[in-house]
């Protein structure tokens, strides 16, 4: 690697500007890393590192920080490998690309797992690492590496799921109160308030009778 060549770390934990200043100043304080640019929106950091291995250190760093740089892990594929002559030479090829910080190599399984720091390097540096080698290698599993937009969306939406559960606790929706039938009327079958109607209409039309007769 050229000396103080530009690198991106992915980081997870920054929501405000201290954490900002935080991860500047704990990046910048280590020996070899210089031009420290820290973006809070894509939640990333721009250095400039003098060797491979401080880009190891600067995870380790911001670790400590409580900012952890955000990691991936790819399990290739690899042809071509039948023998322990060939894994030590695919356990290397990774190693060297900056930005890995760890290599497990499965001759049985005839699979090389890479953990990477997210931003620093992709996949494809990976494939092409292993292809000068001659061992060519295609991507058989992935865990991590989602890029900020993509996290981000899903946050929101687990937020929001979150939030209409606690709305629906906070707010349940009452059924309307069921109006009870009225008392019985001496077992007529009839409602109470049906009967009270007409004995009063009788009582109207006896009181009528009598009061013709007057």
């Given at each position: 690697?050229?000396?103080k060549a530009?690198?991106?770390?992915?980081?997870?934990?920054?929501?405000?500007?201290?954490c900002?200043?935080?991860?500047?100043?704990?990046?910048?304080?280590?020996d070899?890393?210089?031009?420290?640019?820290?973006?809070?929106?894509?939640?990333?950091?721009?250095?400039?590192?003098?060797?491979?291995?401080?880009?190891?250190?600067?995870?380790?760093?911001?670790?400590?920080?409580?900012?952890?740089?955000?990691?991936?892990r790819?399990?290739?594929?690899?042809?071509?490998?039948?023998?322990?002559?060939?894994?030590?030479?695919?356990?290397?090829?990774?190693?060297?690309?900056?930005?890995?910080?760890?290599?497990?190599?499965?001759?049985?399984?005839?699979?090389?797992?890479?953990?990477?720091?997210?931003?620093?390097?992709?996949?494809?540096?990976?494939?092409?690492?292993?292809?000068?080698?001659?061992?060519?290698?295609t991507?058989?599993?992935?865990?991590?590496?989602?890029?900020?937009?993509?996290?981000?969306?899903?946050?929101?939406?687990?937020?929001?799921?979150?939030?209409?559960e606690?709305?629906?606790?906070?707010?349940?929706?009452?059924?309307?109160?069921?109006?009870?039938?009225?008392?019985?009327?001496?077992?007529?079958?009839?409602?109470?308030?049906?009967?009270?109607?007409?004995?009063?209409?009788?009582?109207?039309?006896?009181?009528?009778?009598?009061?013709?007769?007057?």
């Amino acid at each position: 690697m050229p000396e103080k060549a530009p690198v991106t770390l992915s980081i997870d934990g920054m929501s405000c500007a201290s954490c900002v200043g935080r991860v500047d100043r704990g990046l910048s304080a280590l020996d070899g890393v210089r031009d420290v640019s820290v973006n809070l929106a894509s939640e990333s950091s721009r250095l400039s590192v003098d060797s491979p291995d401080r880009i190891a250190e600067a995870v380790a760093a911001l670790d400590k920080l409580g900012d952890a740089a955000r990691t991936a892990r790819v399990t290739f594929k690899v042809e071509a490998m039948s023998c322990a002559f060939f894994v030590g030479r695919v356990d290397k090829a990774p190693e060297a690309v900056p930005g890995v910080l760890d290599v497990n190599v499965n001759l049985a399984a005839e699979t090389a797992t890479v953990t990477y720091a997210t931003g620093a390097v992709t996949p494809a540096d990976l494939i092409a690492a292993s292809k000068t080698i001659g061992c060519p290698a295609t991507v058989a599993e992935t865990a991590g590496g989602e890029d900020c937009t993509t996290r981000k969306a899903e946050d929101v939406s687990q937020q929001s799921g979150k939030t209409s559960e606690t709305a629906r606790r906070l707010n349940p929706k009452v059924a309307p109160p069921r109006l009870k039938t009225p008392p019985q009327a001496g077992g007529a079958g009839k409602p109470f308030f049906a009967g009270t109607y007409c004995s009063s209409f009788l009582m109207v039309r006896y009181w009528q009778r009598l009061t013709r007769h007057w």
